[in-house]
């Protein structure tokens, strides 16, 4: 009897056992196809969005090219500015890399920011060249055959079973013939007249592939060279010096490192792009303005001539201090260095040029065609003027620009500094300037 009570209790316990795998099993297999049924939607949908943005920015295109007036261009401007944002966030979504995907993002990027470039120009009076009318072709041409090549591939995706394949073509890393991403490939292969847009804005293609101003001629140093330098920049013997990762891009450089430091030193020229150093800063000992010397001292030192301290910000016990270029009278906002400064010891913790490295260059400097007096009419009213400066300031292009820079209050006595052309009169930015305990700051 006692034999036959254990043998129920055991099918009883491997029955429930079994029933909660089961149960398990099922719940699973319930969610994975939730799972699977949301990817697809999301997928489907944003195929649906970017088929979408790709064809109104096709239309908004052509009528831009027989557009003749500023109100006219710059409604189509916003509506292009709009739809590749769209396009770009629907693009996001799918499921294909950036590295196939290059002259899509490039082109979403940049249509919509050419095309306020040029609402901008319209506005200030400015005619539109036939080259710049000409681009505005190409784009057109592009976002057709960009649209025209998504809508086939959304044919495509629209079949039974079509994101499910892809997922699995996704989880199994199949070659890249067999997924979305080459498909959007194939599209960008027939892309053979893509214009290079030189333009006033971030995605213009001389940012993307510019290179510096300093280092253009200067020649290739050795990697000990490098570190030789390295080590005077941090005043320690070149053997500490450990190999670290080098930098490609705009500005190759030598990577080192030591202990808590990393340091990069251009393969052009040999200049110190950027070192820090991380350690924990102690008990204060030193104010702004002992940190400001300190960072002066390191900067003559180290072959820096002729720059002016601007704002700065402290975090953790460092003080970071920004420098710009002094050009005569005309502060060049464009070349900055940076150098943060530990208010323990006052060593320096930190030094960043590359601002400094890009567009330091020699300058001729035009006498202004206005005087102060001239461009502060330009003002609000709602401003007090405390006083005037000429600078040069950086555009969203890497270009620059010549102002009057002029320090103000507003309304609510908060400190704002407004930049306006000396040649043109035209606003080129405002910037408020943030003071709190930690430094000063603009935004």
């Given at each position: 009897?006692?034999?036959?009570?254990?043998?129920?209790?055991?099918?009883?316990?491997?029955?429930?056992?079994?029933?909660?795998?089961?149960?398990?099993?099922?719940?699973?297999?319930?969610?994975?196809?939730?799972?699977?049924?949301?990817?697809?939607?999301?997928?489907?949908?944003?195929?649906?969005?970017?088929?979408?943005?790709?064809?109104?920015?096709?239309?908004?295109?052509?009528?831009?090219?027989?557009?003749?007036?500023?109100?006219?261009?710059?409604?189509?401007?916003?509506?292009?500015?709009?739809?590749?944002?769209?396009?770009?966030?629907?693009?996001?979504?799918?499921?294909?890399?950036?590295?196939?995907?290059?002259?899509?993002?490039?082109?979403?990027?940049?249509?919509?920011?050419?095309?306020?470039?040029?609402?901008?120009?319209?506005?200030?009076?400015?005619?539109?060249?036939?080259?710049?009318?000409?681009?505005?072709?190409?784009?057109?041409?592009?976002?057709?055959?960009?649209?025209?090549?998504?809508?086939?591939?959304?044919?495509?995706?629209?079949?039974?079973?079509?994101?499910?394949?892809?997922?699995?073509?996704?989880?199994?890393?199949?070659?890249?013939?067999?997924?979305?991403?080459?498909?959007?490939?194939?599209?960008?292969?027939?892309?053979?007249?893509?214009?290079?847009?030189?333009?006033?804005?971030?995605?213009?293609?001389?940012?993307?592939?510019?290179?510096?101003?300093?280092?253009?001629?200067?020649?290739?140093?050795?990697?000990?060279?490098?570190?030789?330098?390295?080590?005077?920049?941090?005043?320690?013997?070149?053997?500490?010096?450990?190999?670290?990762?080098?930098?490609?891009?705009?500005?190759?450089?030598?990577?080192?490192?030591?202990?808590?430091?990393?340091i990069s030193v251009t393969k052009k020229g040999g200049y110190v792009v950027y070192f820090r150093k991380d350690r924990t800063v102690g008990e204060y000992q030193l104010?702004?303005?002992?940190?400001?010397?300190?960072?002066?001292?390191?900067?003559?030192?180290?072959?820096?001539?002729?720059?002016?301290?601007?704002?700065?910000?402290?975090?953790?016990?460092?003080?970071?201090?920004?420098?710009?270029?002094?050009?005569?009278?005309?502060?060049?906002?464009?070349?900055?260095?940076?150098?943060?400064?530990?208010?323990?010891?006052?060593?320096?913790?930190?030094?960043?040029?590359?601002?400094?490295?890009?567009?330091?260059?020699?300058?001729?400097?035009?006498?202004?065609?206005?005087?102060?007096?001239?461009?502060?009419?330009?003002?609000?009213?709602?401003?007090?003027?405390?006083?005037?400066?000429?600078?040069?300031?950086?555009?969203?292009?890497?270009?620059?620009?010549?102002?009057?820079?002029?320090?103000?209050?507003?309304?609510?006595?908060?400190?704002?500094?407004?930049?306006?052309?000396?040649?043109?009169?035209?606003?080129?930015?405002?910037?408020?300037?943030?003071?709190?305990?930690?430094?000063?700051?603009?935004?």
């Amino acid at each position: 009897m006692l034999r036959k009570k254990l043998l129920v209790k055991i099918i009883s316990y491997t029955a429930a056992a079994f029933a909660v795998v089961m149960g398990y099993a099922i719940q699973s297999n319930y969610l994975m196809k939730q799972y699977r049924t949301k990817v697809e939607y999301t997928y489907s949908s944003s195929l649906e969005d970017l088929s979408a943005g790709l064809n109104n920015i096709d239309v908004a295109l052509k009528k831009g090219i027989y557009s003749g007036t500023a109100t006219q261009l710059s409604s189509l401007s916003a509506q292009l500015w709009k739809e590749s944002g769209t396009a770009k966030s629907a693009l996001a979504q799918l499921p294909a890399s950036e590295e196939e995907l290059t002259t899509i993002n490039r082109f979403l990027s940049q249509v919509g920011d050419y095309s306020l470039y040029l609402s901008k120009k319209v506005i200030s009076g400015e005619d539109i060249t036939d080259e710049q009318r000409d681009n505005l072709t190409k784009l057109s041409q592009a976002a057709n055959t960009i649209s025209t090549g998504v809508s086939d591939v959304r044919m495509k995706y629209e079949e039974q079973g079509a994101w499910t394949s892809e997922m699995s073509t996704q989880l199994s890393e199949a070659t890249i013939t067999e997924g979305f991403g080459y498909s959007l490939t194939e599209i960008e292969d027939t892309l053979t007249d893509y214009p290079t847009l030189v333009y006033d804005g971030p995605f213009s293609d001389n940012i993307l592939t510019g290179e510096s101003k300093m280092l253009a001629d200067a020649q290739d140093v050795s990697k000990e060279d490098a570190r030789n330098i390295a080590s005077t920049a941090l005043d320690i013997t070149p053997d500490t010096l450990q190999d670290d990762t080098d930098e490609d891009g705009k500005m190759p450089s030598f990577g080192f490192k030591v202990d808590n430091t990393v340091i990069s030193v251009t393969k052009k020229g040999g200049y110190v792009v950027y070192f820090r150093k991380d350690r924990t800063v102690g008990e204060y000992q030193l104010t702004y303005d002992q940190a400001v010397e300190k960072a002066q001292i390191y900067l003559t030192e180290h072959g820096y001539e002729n720059l002016e301290q601007s704002y700065y910000f402290t975090d953790e016990g460092m003080c970071a201090i920004n420098f710009a270029y002094k050009y005569g009278v005309t502060t060049c906002y464009t070349d900055l260095i940076k150098v943060g400064v530990a208010l323990d010891t006052g060593e320096v913790l930190m030094f960043e040029a590359r601002g400094y490295l890009m567009n330091h260059e020699a300058r001729t400097i035009a006498t202004p065609k206005y005087t102060a007096d001239e461009a502060q009419e330009v003002l609000s009213k709602q401003l007090t003027v405390i006083g005037s400066d000429l600078a040069i300031i950086p555009t969203a292009g890497e270009e620059e620009r010549h102002c009057w820079e002029f320090h103000c209050t507003g309304q609510a006595g908060e400190e704002i500094l407004v930049y306006v052309n000396t040649v043109t009169l035209q606003e080129e930015d405002i910037l408020i300037l943030l003071k709190t305990d930690g430094g000063t700051l603009t935004k």
